[in-house]
């Protein structure tokens, strides 16, 4: 079974940085992490989980527009990581962050367990 284990989250000013990782571990005989897209999440207590940002497996990536330009993704297969790098954070982005495995013709999604970013002063 796919464990998904983020790290990084905390509580951050307004116009800071905080940089999320992802490690990927338990996988199934037949998947592979380089083969996989991989995705950031985010959710509002009372809202709907939102796409951040996500990375397929040849690397292309695509942003929330409320995040373009603040926010980059990006993975190490050899280390089975994806990473949220972001910067000029906004009190707007105070949620609770899900690093996902995103599904495939054999496999279901996984989720990770989550890390709460809060940007407040």
């Known amino acids: 079974q796919v464990q998904l284990v983020e790290s990084g989250g905390g509580l951050v000013q307004p116009g800071g940085s905080l940089r999320l990782s992802c490690v990927a571990s338990?996988?199934?005989?037949?998947?592979?992490?380089?083969?996989?897209?991989m995705g950031w999440y985010r959710q509002v207590p009372g809202e709907q989980r939102e796409l951040v940002a996500g990375i397929d497996a040849g690397g292309t990536t695509n942003y929330a527009d409320s995040v373009k330009g603040r926010f980059t993704i990006s993975r190490d297969n050899l280390k089975k990581t994806v990473s949220l790098q972001m910067n000029t954070l906004k009190p707007e982005d105070t949620a609770i962050y899900y690093c996902?495995?995103?599904?495939?013709?054999?496999?279901?999604?996984?989720w990770g367990q989550g890390t709460q970013v809060t940007v407040s002063s």
């Open positions: 996902k495995m995103e599904p495939t013709i054999r496999f279901d999604a996984s």
């Open positions: 338990g996988m199934p005989f037949g998947m592979r992490f380089s083969f996989v897209a």
